[in-house]
Structures are given as structure tokens and as C-alpha cells.
């Protein structure tokens, strides 16, 4: 089955320590890219990446680092957690740079609080 | 500076009407526009992409039609079913293949039996 998976799903954790929210797509997708969601802000990008060893800032980076060291994975890296990073985060993948392979597929969602 | 809104947080109508959300941008000029349906929990799952030099799309129940004269895009959803209940996004493409969509606050459907 067609998916991208995000782990962990639920995660409770302090200031400070450092975490990684992983997300991988068995698609072959060269685009990924990763979001937050926040009432009454959306959906905002954190960081993308058109392939692999590529990446790049979307909207809201600060905080965040990610790699693509291969096609598959796109891990979110959060080296020093604060509470303002407590949100819902989404991992997303699409085919190509084409708009008509700009279909975007997403993940189920990773819930971090932060204390 | 660039926003997108989306006509009022939440929409009520009753089955078997059709049901209009609004997708308004200011100081973009996207090269296509997506919409997207988003359930409580769930991560987004795309409906229909629109090109710049398009005016229309259909997929079954679905119609969106996008204006860049009037910087806006309308998402139809005709006989409605309690089934579309669920937010709705649209998310905006400045450049082709540039990677960055950037997306609305989205609007809440409940469609009523």
C-alpha cells in the first residue's frame, strides 16, 4: 500500500531534549517536505526537499534541521525542543516538481507537546 | 504582505444542497492551486489541482474554478452528503516545481442529513 509513514505518532517530551520525528514513503517520491499544524495558523511549512542530499527553508524553519540522505526518508530533527514547538506536525511527499504530479501525499500526523 | 483566506471558519448546509468554500489570496500569483480534505486526525488527502490557465475542474461531485483576476478559487460540492463533512484546504503553488505550497486556515463542512 501507497503511504507515508510517520513515527512516533504521539510523543511527550521536556525542553531540551533532543527528539526525531522520522518519515518515510515507499512511492519513490522525489519531493518530501514537512509541516505544522496550529489552531487558527494552519498548516505551515517547516522545511522541503526536491531529492535526495537536497533541502531546503520553508516558511517556519527555526528550531528545526532535517536530512535526505536517501529518497525514502526525510527525517524531522528537533536538537533542542521548546514548548512554542508543541503542534501537530505532517510529513509529505509528491511525485515530481510538475504540476500535475504536485499531488501532495501526507502522513498521519505526529503530536508533540512539549513541556 | 501575501494571505490567504478562506471564507468563514465553518459551514453548515443540509444534504442534498451543494456547498461553496472560498479560497481569496492577496500578493500571490500562483501557478496552480490544490484543494485538499482534511478529517479530525487525519493527515490531508488531495481533491483537485487547478493550473493558472484554467478555469475549471470537475472530479464526480467536486467543481473548482479559479479567477486571477479576482484572486480567488471556488470549490463546489454538489449534492452533499453528511460523508463531506471535514475541513477543506486549498494550498497555493507560487512557481512551478518550487516546492513551496503554502496553504489556508481551511473551512469546516457539515452537511446535516
Known amino acids: 500500500e501507497a503511504q507515508v509513514t510517520q513515527n512516533p505518532r504521539y510523543l511527550i517530551t521536556v525542553t531540551g531534549k533532543k527528539l526525531t520525528v522520522t518519515c518515510s514513503q515507499n512511492m519513490n517520491h522525489e519531493y518530501m517536505s514537512w509541516y505544522r499544524q496550529d489552531p487558527g495558523l494552519g498548516l505551515r511549512q517547516i522545511y522541503y526537499?526536491?531529492?535526495?542530499?537536497?533541502?531546503d527553508k520553508g516558511d517556519v524553519p527555526e528550531g528545526y534541521k532535517v536530512s535526505r540522505k536517501e529518497k525514502r526518508n526525510f527525517p524531522l530533527i528537533l536538537e533542542s525542543p521548546s514548548p512554542n514547538q508543541t503542534s501537530l506536525y505532517f510529513c509529505?511527499?509528491?511525485?515530481?516538481?510538475?504540476?500535475?504530479?504536485?499531488?501532495?501525499?501526507f502522513g498521519e500526523g505526529s503530536r508533540l507537546t512539549v513541556l | 504582505s501575501q494571505k490567504i483566506e478562506q471564507n468563514s471558519e465553518a459551514l453548515n448546509i443540509q444534504e442534498g444542497k451543494t456547498a461553496t468554500l472560498t479560497c481569496n489570496y492577496t500578493?500571490?500569483?500562483?501557478?496552480?492551486l490544490q484543494w485538499y480534505r482534511q478529517d479530525p486526525g487525519r493527515g490531508p488527502v488531495f481533491l483537485l489541482l487547478i493550473r493558472e490557465n484554467e478555469k475549471e475542474k470537475r472530479k464526480e461531485r467536486l467543481k473548482v474554478t479559479f479567477d486571477t483576476t479576482l484572486k480567488q478559487s471556488l470549490f463546489h460540492i454538489t449534492a452533499s452528503q453528511p460523508a463531506d463533512s471535514a475541513t477543506y484546504l486549498c494550498?497555493?503553488?507560487?512557481?512551478f516545481g518550487a516546492g513551496k505550497s503554502t496553504f489556508g486556515d481551511g473551512t469546516t463542512l457539515t452537511v446535516k442529513p
Open positions: 494550498a497555493l503553488d507560487i512557481v
Open positions: 500578493n500571490y500569483s500562483p501557478a496552480y
Open positions: 526537499s526536491m531529492n535526495v542530499e537536497v533541502t
Open positions: 509529505a511527499s509528491s511525485l515530481g516538481l510538475a504540476p500535475r504530479t504536485g499531488e501532495l501525499f
